[in-house]
Nanobody, 129 residues
Framework: QVQLVESGGGLVQDGDSLRLSCTVSARSDGAYAMGWFRQPPGKEREFVAAVSSSGAISRYTDSVKGRFTVTKDSAKNTMSLQMNSLKPEDTAVYYC??????????????????????WGQGTQVTVSS
């Protein structure tokens, strides 16, 4: 059984920073490629950022490039999302996602929501203007 535990959401003002974290909790050791998605009010869930299991490769959606940074501590299977220069349009429920990967697939990552097997419960990020 794999569980993803998220933390770090909250209410901030336009231009502020926030850091989200997500930790994989599993019965056995394993490597995970991970990603962040968000769902703004009344909209579909969308890709934000993804990182390979090794942490060496990452991808971002265009709207957050230069403002958000995704990192991964492979030893702890923990992923973080540092969000700087937040804007009101970043307001959403942020979800962590993960896929188990084989030892030879440390550079793999996924950007489509339907490709992910495991999901966190979501954490609210609200940016006021």
């Amino acid at each position: 059984q794999v569980q993803l535990v998220e933390s770090g959401g909250g209410l901030v003002q336009d231009g502020d920073s926030l850091r989200l974290s997500c930790t994989v909790s599993a019965r056995s050791d394993g490597a995970y490629a991970m990603g962040w998605f968000r769902q703004p009010p009344g909209k579909e869930r969308e890709f934000v950022a993804a990182v390979s299991s090794s942490g060496a490769i990452s991808r971002y959606t265009d709207s957050v490039k230069g403002r958000f940074t995704v990192t991964k501590d492979s030893a702890k299977n923990t992923m973080s999302l540092q969000m700087n220069s937040l804007k009101p349009e970043d307001t959403a429920v942020y979800y962590c996602a993960a896929n188990s990967v084989a030892s030879g697939a440390s550079s793999y990552l996924w950007t489509r929501r339907y490709d992910y097997v495991y999901w966190g419960q979501g954490t609210q990020v609200t940016v006021s203007s």
